[in-house]
């Protein structure tokens, strides 16, 4: 993973000439005054352990090596990949790095890390991918340490007969597929965070992936859970469904590494797909596509995929640079949606023929394979775009919300009406584009892509954006996060959606599982 | 409802002397040598409440009509119906009565009884149907009032785009499907307590339904929450997914009114099934059948309806009385399965046959829609049996729990041996039938029914025998419970299936919620 950006280095790529041209006559994007602090120039603090403390972690993972203190793995675990936590890093900002990052090679391990900070009162965030956007690996405390899971990157178990997998939470997506698919399965989980984020972090995250209409999100694909405490051990999950009790699971998903470490998650799995066909659906309108889309969440039949840009989005995404001003101009070119199939041959075949007459009876018309096979070969490389975007003196960031979809068009329009108005009124006029891609009996997704110049501090710039996005969700019934969990940048709205007294009760268990608060101080739950 | 038995008076019907002669024959069951005790012998001691208290509490009402002291609606609110309950009703066994029993009528009124009880010290007994069976009535605690929600029977909203509805708690089954029914929908909620069970009670035991294969558990309908506790409100259900968070429903639902009262439930609803089709399979074991059920939960078409029979339970639900014997002694007849499709009449026919066609590849034979038409007919009746044999100096009870597949060979024998093993020594050898009635792509129930004669003491006979059903839950992988729920029956094997740590964190949030310890005492969690 680049450290100040997304991926793979080796598929990084500058903006095309044609697009940054584009950039800068419609959004006055300019190109950036500076270019991002190297690595070996960043300053950091010098670490702050004392060496008891180091001793004691090194002996919880068998040897020092386990515990790295160096500066380039320190920096290689600051923040996640917002697009604040980018500019940071790229103006050089390292002040809330950790001081040490351990790895852990088991549930014992981790037990032993959690008992060590607990005597040392060195802070823990749990670490996997590292590609939280939402501040979820900033804690609100100086000394900390990042526990690295990726050691811990097996598949535990599989059983064919209740197919059911027990996966360590250091496993990347792929990994996990690969592993699974030597042995004729797939979780079918497909964030775009796919490539890089692990098992661990879609359960404390609560993740959804982009087949989600086929295979569920995650927190539906997950059975049982092992969490590793300062107080000891839970474990949940003895049969798929049960009325002994509150769903514990549930309390453990989305909880964000603020109550525990995630050390195992049993998932169902399925037959590996036999087929994967991916098509595009044109619709008028988005109000027309969301309907669309409703009816086959609704009444079936229900597609692997389902997913529907908005008219902007879909400019974007299909025009040729030199002709979206036109186009924009014009008003537009209807909304592409995407529909894919994956399973055995003959239910693909059936499910694809009963959706297309429903698509078709709500006004959709089938444009083809071509832009269903393109989403599919370019759904993880949106945030290498991003980092062109900034290396062109961009801003581009996202964010996400759900809602009954009675609520849809209200929050639709509230969010963009928020952002567009902000940024425009601070002087970057911004491209508001917007898709649904998790549809439900009852309602959907929203999730925002925005574009603009950078602001003279970016970040400074778009926090105001950001915050007037958040009252717009919640005042227009949405919630604060459909995917991208709270963190420390949606904990103060998140505590408005829950209200003080739930988040009363969760603050209480976690004074009961880790009563010295040293675990993620201050992501999801605030610490006062 | 019958204050000492099951359901409407009107439909109770004595057993057939010839099931009086076989369970003779079979089991050695002798007529009861007492008959139960009459609602005026009963002996209830005097309500404790003070004079302040009752004028608190209907303040908080409104008027005294709503705090009833008398006999009768004291009794009526003793308990709940396991068969343990109802002998010891019928024993004349009133110790533990409520003091009074509050008609509040709106959440607002919950909330004003809460603090009246909370200013008083007096224990709270949320009171749905009254119908749990794992002894979710009946706190550790002898000063309470049941607090009877009858009066919030309302549908508060109905939302057709989302298709979602805001119901009140005290909707009873057929109450909630009549109000959905005038707008053309159905909640597809149809437990065994269907006729007088509520909706708030579905919610606070995690209730599953007959029709669960095609409409999902109880839980799994819930898009929303409120609950009053002693400490203020937790509303819950902004969308139907969110990664805000860990999922507060999920920490509500199952909760057994340990944590606060639920005062209105958001859930999902869908159109009126246009065809509803029920009929019969026959399959030559439990374990070809069970195989038969696995593969349509993992690979569809998914049933709306989906149980089997083991060979027991099928033999004393088809044969006639004078037959039983006779082929109980031969080996049985197989194993009955019970298929049925509810919604379009397209999409009914389409699952009937595409299912029809995996079930013959899997060894089943049609038997037609008698048996299936047969099951529906009589969905409900069963508890009414229990009280004939009762009358008839029988015992009969039923346990129920869930596992992974894989573990489902293993649990349906260790708790039919641990059930015959138990009464046999105690020289009662019972009738044990078992089915499954609930599946998941990965696991499934086992719900089990248990005819003996009766011991001496009948409640003292039976306790080693379920003490031993949930040992051998526990030791085989299972859940102490798929759908009854935890109360106090089943608390302390709870206690060890979720574990200490478990335990604690949710006493945390009792102790943040209703910091008195007022709500349901023992029930859920022990008091201690």
Redesign the interface.
Known sequence: MLWNGWGDPAKAAPLPDAVAGLLHDLLGVRPSPSTPVALKDLELSDPTLTPAALKDLADAVGTADHVRTDAESRVRHIRGKSTPDLLRIRAGDVTDVPQAVVLPASHEEVLAVLRACAAHAVAVVPFGGGTSVVGGLAPERGEFIALDLRRMDALLDL?P????AVLQPGLRGPQAEALLAAQGFTLGHFPQSFEWATVGGFAA????GQASAGYG?F?EMV?GLTLA?P??????G???????????????????GAFGVITSVTV?V?PQPEQRLYEGWRFATFAEGAAAL?RLA?D?PRPTVLRLSDETETLVGLAQPDAIGAALADGGTGCLAVTGYEGTSA?TARRREEAAAVLRECGGTLVGIEPGERWAHGRYEAPYLRDALLDAGAFAETLE???????IPELYTAVRTALTDTLTGAGTPPLVMCHIS?V????ASLYFTVVSAQGEDPVAHWTPAKHAANEAVLAA??????????GTD?RDW?VR??????V??????K???DPAGLLNPGV?LPTD
Not at 440 to 443: I, Q, R, S, T, V
Not at 504 to 509: F, N, Q
Request: no cysteine.
């Open positions: 059983d007969v209740s197919r059911t995250a609560r993740s959804s999100r927190d059975l405490t107080e000891g051990t839970i474990e949940t003895r049969a798929p469904r049960s009325a002994a009790g509150p769903d514990l699971r549930q309390l453990v998903l989305g909880s964000e169902r399925r409703r609704q079936g239910d919300t759900a809602a009954f979809w009675s609520r998790h439900y009996e009852n309602g019934g949405g919630t604060i996060s459909h995917h991208h969990g709270v949606h998140y959606e829950a209200g003080p007294l739930a009363d009760a969760l603050r209480a268990v004074a009961r599982l999801l």
